[in-house]
């Protein structure tokens, strides 16, 4: 048990997207993981950015996150449709 707490490798069912197509769904779920990592430095990013225009206020800096954040849904909108 102290070794393997969830149980043997075997025991896992497999869900059907990957038994008929585990390369590209194992491709799309870490590149997906990959985006969402990748937002987070994003945001990090734009607020320093912000931060470097010369605005202080946290209510103008959370204004401007927010339209640049919106404008980037809509740009990965785009791309992933």
């Known amino acids: 048990a102290f070794i393997h707490p969830l149980g043997g490798i075997s025991d896992a ?18 590149y997906n993981t990959l985006d969402a ?20 206020n946290p209510t103008d800096i959370a204004k401007e996150t927010i339209k640049s954040g919106t404008i980037s849904i809509i740009m990965m909108g785009i791309i992933y449709t």
């Open 37 to 56: 990592l990748a937002s987070l430095a994003f945001g990090i990013i734009i607020v320093a950015t912000i931060k470097k225009l010369g605005i202080e």
């Open 13 to 30: 069912p497999i869900s059907k997207q990957y038994q008929s197509n585990a390369l590209f769904n194992g491709f799309l779920d870490g």
